[in-house]
């Protein structure tokens, strides 16, 4: 009971530091990129509040601790931001959107009282060769990226010229290479990482980071390949419950070091990486709101949609980023659930849901070692910035799935909760 209280006190700050950073940062420095002020009502506020309140404390119900760390990430990536983004804008549907899934995970906590677990047979990856077949593996797969050798731009490992990178870097390799590309950098090369760490083949370990950063500089700079090799690192130390807590006081901190950056020194640069990762998500949910709440899509922009004769011709995140925001060259993407919403509006959000519920049941019923946490960390990032086609097969959740089946390793009784 004292470490949730903990969690819970620190979550209630970290709420209110959300305001603090949007009304004092975010909107004096980037209002020209959307993010206003238009003054809140106060009841629409006392019900955010009473509503974020429940949720922070529904976790006090809550038994399995896999659950209840997705479950806080959830709050802290998605709601707290669709949140005060939604307040300030003056859209609050868009929280609500939002506050389904997370009610959801609950009761996926409360449903699953027998704490089901998948059984599964694994390859030996403790055999003598193994090791060696990795690196080559490894090597092999990195060597047609290397045609981009003269892209490289040192300063996007600071998440600096994002954008130049990849419009300078757009390459097709093939479409079998493509598709590999994130299931490789974000599940094959992270669990390697740990592997290797876990085995104390530091070297090893090492090599396979270098792999990650020169993946992420080759090919455009995806953010999520070097959070998610930096997730993988962090996740690995302690079991879930200290995991949950640590990720929130980490989060706590980050935020008051750029409040005190830019009272200090009048700068925003750690702010600037906030608005991306936790109100940036928000925002282009109204945006796409705007575009598509009284003409859906009907998921025309998947295959299935394509099969059903809904196929929309324009790429939709191109669309919104240079047509609707007006930035060549931008692609705004946005996740799971404003895909939901612009495809089949409440309903469209309730199959978002339910999609979201049957993968994070899936991921804790393969039981990993909680020492890989640091995988599944990456696609919840990436569920807020992804369409669901794209996060399965491009982005490589659903690799994830096959290949932990078969690789990754089971919590042993020690590790367990």
Known sequence: MGLKFIRIILLFVLYLLFHLIYINIITVHFSYEGFTNEGIEHIVCFEHIMIISALILLQLFMKNEFYNLIYNLFLVMIVFGQSVVSLYIGNNSLFLFVVVPQIALFLLDILDENN????????????????????????????????NIGTINLSNLLFNDIYDTRSDSRGSYGAIINYLYSSIARVVFPFLLIFFWIKKKY???????????????????????????????????????????????????????????????????????????????????????QEFHDNFTYYGQTMLGTILGNKIDSHIASYIGENILGRKGMVANVGIFAEGYISMGVIGVFIATIVLVVLIFLLKSLDFSHRYFGLIFTYIYIINTSFLETLLITHGMLFLLIFGYFFIPKNDIKERN
């Open 203 to 289: 070297f090893l370990s090492a090599i396979v980071l270098f792999f990650i950063i020169l993946l992420f500089l080759l090919n455009g700079a995806v953010k999520s390949i070097l959070i998610g090799a930096l997730a993988a690192i962090a996740f690995y130390f302690f079991r879930y419950q200290i995991k949950n807590i640590i990720f929130i006081l980490m989060i706590n901190i980050m935020f008051v070091v750029s409040l005190l950056e830019n009272s200090l020194n009048g700068s925003y640069k750690i702010a600037d990486y906030i608005r991306r990762i936790f109100y940036l998500p928000g925002y282009l949910f109204d945006v796409y709101y």
């Open 116 to 147: 089901f677990k998948i059984k599964r047979k694994q390859f030996d990856v403790n055999n003598k060769y193994f090791n060696s077949i990795a690196i080559i593996f490894a090597i092999i797969i990195l060597t047609p990226f290397l045609k």
